[in-house]
């Protein structure tokens, strides 16, 4: 009996999600935008440790913390900031690491549309995509936390799975769109190397509180178009 009734559950949560899919699809494919539907990852550690850089296969352990030097800068820590996961790695192989471990969707094109559902769920908790255009990757990283007890909110950011030097070149914009509302962030992107948590902290990203989240949600899904440009003429680099 629990084995049919996890079954039908897990039929049920299939069918709501291709129902969201479906709903995204009818709503931007006329603006001849590509939708990805992201589904939530709640909070595998504790959050006291989301900072610390995970340990090195080495016999000897290193710890480090965000606002640490680190002795190689090109190495960086998993880019799933609320993932259990004790990789680290250098840029080169941030992507492949993404993929193969996590699953995580690479869309290609510079505007699309990121539909992170089940806003409803209690923080902390991250939807993540990458995404491939002008030769690179990027990482849009949407997140729910309490600024205190009770009052949770949403930072939205864009990182480049590069350098910071190589951040500077690019411009995103972050777009939200409903009911006669529009929501616009424009900035550069941050270097994966940098830690989600220190963005949110510096403020360097998209806000938003519950209240006005809601004022832009749709069933339970909230919709932002992402948009990237280069803002300097550099040579193009093939894809990590």
Request: proline content about 5%; overall charge negative; hydrophobic content about 40%.
């Amino acid at each position: 009996m629990l084995f049919f009734t996890q079954c039908f559950g897990a039929v049920l949560d299939l069918i709501h999600f291709r129902f969201q899919h479906y709903q995204a699809k009818r709503v931007f494919s006329s603006a001849g935008q590509l939708v990805c539907v992201v589904t939530p990852t709640q909070n595998s550690k504790n959050a006291s440790n989301r900072c610390a850089v995970p340990e090195d296969s080495a016999p000897q352990i290193r710890h480090h913390h965000c606002h640490e030097a680190v002795h190689d800068p090109q190495l960086t820590s998993c880019s799933c900031p609320l993932y259990a996961c004790k990789w680290e790695g250098h840029l080169e192989v941030v992507v492949a690491h993404l993929t193969q471990t996590h699953t995580i969707n690479i869309l290609h094109g510079t505007e699309i549309v990121f539909l992170a559902t089940d806003m409803h769920l209690p923080a902390p908790v991250d939807w993540i995509i990458a995404h491939s255009c002008l030769g690179h990757h990027f990482l849009l990283v949407l997140r729910k936390q309490e600024k205190y007890q009770g009052y949770p909110q949403f930072f939205a950011t864009m990182m480049l799975i590069g350098t910071p030097a190589q951040a500077e070149n690019f411009n995103y914009k972050l777009e939200l769109n409903r009911n006669r509302r529009r929501l616009t962030w424009e900035s550069s992107p941050r270097s994966v190397l940098d830690c989600v948590d220190s963005i949110i902290t510096d403020g360097d990203c998209l806000v938003l509180n519950a209240s006005v989240a809601q004022l832009f949600a749709d069933n339970g899904s909230l919709a932002i178009g992402i948009a990237i440009t280069a803002s300097k003429l550099c040579a193009t680099q093939p894809e990590m």
